[in-house]
């Protein structure tokens, strides 16, 4: 079975979630791999039109969901991107008992709690 794409929409501040989810999918018999493209760079037009690329390429995007993220513009940008093309998208809680509010871009589409087999059910959906 090949690997699916799936891009990481996270806040800066929320990297550490992000690294963890990554370690997950270096597991010989985890079925998925992540695109992850972190800033680095100033925002500007050209790093919108990259991420876009990513975000096409993907079969799936995860939005890692914190208090951070409704003051995270990228991120909230990479979930508006998401949603714009048609890619299918889930947000994910980082913290059970800390939850920020829902960015209006996921209304309407799946946001969970984190498990692994929540997660591991959306990218089988994919």
Same mark, same amino acid.
């Given at each position: 079975?090949?690997?699916?794409r799936?891009?990481?929409?996270?806040?800066?501040e929320d990297?550490?979630?992000r690294?963890?989810?990554v370690?997950?999918?270096?597991h010989?018999?985890?079925?998925f791999?992540f695109?992850?493209m972190s800033v680095?760079?100033?925002?500007?037009s050209?790093?919108?039109?990259?991420?876009?690329?990513?975000?096409?390429g993907?079969?799936g995007?995860i939005?890692?969901l914190?208090k951070?993220t409704?003051?995270?513009?990228?991120a909230l940008?990479?979930?508006k991107?998401a949603?714009?093309?048609g890619? %299918? #998208?889930t947000?994910?809680? +980082?913290?059970? =008992?800390s939850?920020? %509010? #829902?960015?209006?871009?996921? +209304?309407?589409? =799946?946001?969970?709690?984190?498990t692994?087999?929540?997660?591991g059910?959306f990218?089988d959906?994919?």
């Open positions: 079975m090949a690997k699916k799936v891009f990481i929409s996270f806040a800066v990297v550490r979630a690294d963890l989810l370690g997950q999918s270096k010989d018999d985890t079925p791999e695109v992850d680095k760079e100033p925002w500007d050209e790093w919108k039109t990259r991420c876009r690329t990513k975000i096409r993907c079969d995007v939005a890692l914190s951070n409704q003051y995270a513009s990228g940008w990479e979930i991107c949603v714009e093309e890619i %299918p #998208i947000g994910v809680h +980082i913290y059970k =008992d939850k920020g %509010p #829902i960015p209006s871009d996921l +209304i309407g589409h =799946d946001v969970i709690e984190w692994w087999d929540g997660i059910d990218i959906s994919l």
